[in-house]
């Protein structure tokens, strides 16, 4: 049993994971799940026959996928069964001080397309899970067919919930992964066996280099925080996406 101060911060982070309103904050990044950045307000609605998935991306695409998360964990998982994204919710749990489960579910199979994630079924919140389906159905997926002429069969993962620190630093602030509000991608593989991964072919002046600045590019406009090699040593072999109203982009 806890007690003293340490007892009273497990109470009190175990409320704020219920909430999601008071993340730990830190310098390393200006946006974390829950850090009080307020929720947008209305706005304007994606066309009905698209819904929020299936359409293409402009200004208020962000704005969307955190408004149709903040309706809570059953909204927004009926938001994504209504574009055939298979998503399982979880019960709210508290492991640690700093980690835990809060409108998270499991993210399983894309029905309306080909590419299955690897590893499969991961864990996540359900805005994560919206905002990955609309980037996969809105920028991977086209890019590889316009640039590469064929389907993505494989989008490769490196994890989303994990209790541990920003980039696994000694005594750094928790990282949105240990809410499981943070997908780490890896690479994509394409229907004729090519694989393209963000340590093999970030850079250089190639058509897989330009495909996956594209689709970091187009991130930027879904996530509130995206980290590509650009931004630092720790992040030369993925892409960190994290949804949030306030946007970085590296």
Known sequence: MLSGR?????????????????????????????????RPGPVAAAPADAGLIDAPLDGQTRARIA????????????SLGAARVTFDPVPDRVDSATCGLSQAGVLAVDLGTVARLVPAAPTMTCETALAFSVWRRQSVEPAAREIFGQDVVQIDH?????????????????????????????????????RI???ADWRGDTDEARFLRRIRDDACRIFGTVLSPDYDAPHQDHLHLEPGARPFCR
């Open 197 to 199: 991964t963000v340590a």
């Open 158 to 194: 490196f994890g989303t919930y994990a209790c541990r620190s920003v980039s696994n630093r000694p005594g750094a602030r928790p990282s949105a992964h240990s809410l499981a509000a943070a997908i780490d991608f890896g690479g994509v593989r394409l229907r004729d066996g090519r």
């Open 6 to 38: 340490t007892g009273a911060y497990a109470v009190a982070m175990g409320a704020c994971l219920v909430l999601m309103s008071c993340a730990p904050r830190g310098s390393d990044r200006p946006y974390a799940p829950g850090d009080g950045t307020p």
């Open 67 to 78: 408004q149709a998360a903040g309706a809570g964990v059953a909204a927004c998982a009926a």
